[in-house]
């Protein structure tokens, strides 16, 4: 916690929430889903309830990085938000580990006032009644490829929880035919929300490997699969999206 | 005209309107723009009262090609919508050339009937009443590099005859800092329209060329630039997109 904002607290008469913060980073476009090329500022909170085989931001979910997640007020948060977009509101994308497990109700009500938006991406294992406070809630739940189980009844109150207040969307990372087939069986169970998948990006073993470059052809084709899959079935609901970042940065972080 | 729609035409007592038609494809995913990656028949009408010097739909354009361009009804051209999409309603993306000066008022509300969607891709030169019941209008005033010059009252009689109706965005094709100037000003007299934003993708002269590989390393650059142009300017409402389809496919027609 730093210096002002613990005083600010004090001011206020009451303890401001804590957030185990991985990164703040931006602007930069958001890569990937919905939301696909609008600026935007990453909160990347530290923390996850999951472990997924093939995670590609381990770094804010392995507890060996647990050293490099820095507890944060919602003001300092908010104020370092602000610092990165020159003051001009702009739309917040919190992503984690899973920012779910986080109190992160106060930075959204503090950044409000400013005119900020925020869009949370989780995996739908925890709901909070601050959803309802989003601007975008996408529900990304985990394919079989992940190694993670669905808890569908989790999943339902995430959604019940945001249906008075934030657009929400499912998003999917498919690598395969079993990953396909989860999404096409979770989109059924919400026909009211929009659909986006995204091809699986391998990520090397190891943290170092996350710096290695991509090869964006290999994503193409995995790109073209994806639509060959969704169009013969005519799923035509469903959008089909690569990561840009990973095509214009390959894995770096902090872009 | 085909002999069944013809008929039907007589039938109901009344001449069908005919469309030039340069092609008719898909199901794909739409590559660029406010649909990124939502699936989508396109229909490509031949003709166009503007002549970009980088064009990249020059069979759609160029009267050399006039002789391709099939008169269709609109009851032939729902009918091999139908046929791409297996009967089961998409949004159909109507582009050209410049489909404005196209009669596709009856190819809309037939195809509303069945359930499809449309959205329309046009420099904004020429405004129709049917642009009311479009459920997309995408307006892409072409920027300095194009050689065109825009008639700003023309533009705004197009987003006056949509105000009604579709949802209406503004999408600019940036080459260079002429055309980047072009785009911010444009966005600003038009404040409540969503904006996209697309690098450029030089076309090398001639029909053959169109099918020439293009450098994916070298868009990824440009979308670089174009971000952190964006960025640098705090522009935080305007979309940043590559062309998919250009990615995935090179500049390949029919995909």
């Known amino acids: 916690m730093n210096a002002p904002s613990a005083i600010s607290a004090r001011i206020r008469g009451a303890a401001e929430a804590v957030v185990r913060v991985s990164e703040i980073f931006g602007p930069t476009i958001q890569g990937e889903g919905a939301l696909i090329g609008l600026p935007t500022v990453f909160v990347r909170t530290g923390g996850c309830d999951y472990r997924c085989s093939w995670c590609d931001s381990l ?18 948060i908010l104020d370092e938000v602000r610092r990165l977009s020159g003051d001009r509101p702009l739309t917040v994308t919190i992503s984690g580990g899973n920012p779910a497990i986080q109190p992160l109700g106060d930075l959204i009500r503090q950044g409000h006032e400013r005119g900020y938006r925020f869009a949370l991406e989780t995996q739908g294992s925890v709901s909070q009644d601050w959803f309802a ?10 394919p079989p490829s992940s190694g993670m ?8 109150n995430c959604v019940a929880e945001a249906s008075a207040g934030p657009r929400t969307v499912l998003k ?6 079993a990953d396909y087939a989860f999404a096409r069986d ?12 995204q091809p699986g990006n391998p990520i090397p073993e190891g943290a170092e490997a996350e710096h290695e470059a991509v090869d964006p052809d290999a994503l193409m084709r995995r ?19 690569p990561q840009l970042h990973v095509l214009i940065w390959g894995n770096r972080r902090g872009v």
């Open 133 to 142: 406070e989003l601007d975008m809630l996408v529900l990304s739940p985990k």
């Open 149 to 156: 189980v669905t808890d569908w009844q989790a999943l339902a």
């Open 172 to 177: 999917f990372v498919v690598f395969d035919e």
């Open 186 to 197: 979770a989109a059924s169970r919400f026909p009211a929300l929009a659909v986006y998948l």
């Open 59 to 76: 770094h804010a979910v392995d507890s060996r990085y647990r050293a490099d997640w820095k507890p944060m007020t919602s003001g300092a």
């Open 223 to 241: 790109m073209e699969w994806l639509i060959d899959r969704v169009t013969a079935d005519r799923w035509f609901e469903a959008h089909v999206l």
